[in-house]
């Protein structure tokens, strides 16, 4: 199993950033992509931004420019850069790990959820 423990969301206002990271550990054999996803209420989720275990990095057109993801190393730790905050990026921020056991089965595993408040 695979845990993925997310941390600081939070409110801000529009204009402002905040930074999100997320950790993965546990039985790790491979760790390929991770991501970002994001829902707002009434809304599905949305693909924010991931990035690889290569470093390619790819970004929802909303966020572009304005969001940063990173994995430092191409380690266990993944970092989502908001800045330029709207309001319309206020929803609760997911992360997702791609992964292959050593028998090369891959699995997803997702996060908690961290909740980003953009207020206007």
């Known amino acids: 199993q695979v845990q993925l423990v997310e941390s600081g969301g939070g409110l801000v206002q529009a204009g402002g950033s905040l930074s999100l990271s997320c950790a993965a550990s546990g039985s790790i054999f491979i760790l390929n992509t991770m991501g970002w996803y994001r829902q707002a209420p009434g809304k599905q989720r949305e693909l924010v931004a991931t990035?690889?275990?290569?470093?390619?990095?790819n970004y929802a057109a909303s966020v572009k420019g304005r969001f940063t993801i990173s994995r430092p190393n191409a380690k266990n730790t993944a970092y989502l850069q908001m800045t330029s905050l709207k309001p319309e990026d206020t929803a609760v921020y997911y992360c997702?790990?791609?992964?292959?056991?050593?028998?090369?089965?891959?699995?997803?595993?997702w996060g908690q959820g961290t909740q980003v408040t953009v207020s206007s």
């Open positions: 997702k790990a791609d992964t292959q056991d050593a028998i090369l089965l891959r699995s997803s595993y």
């Open positions: 990035i690889s275990g290569a470093g390619t990095t």
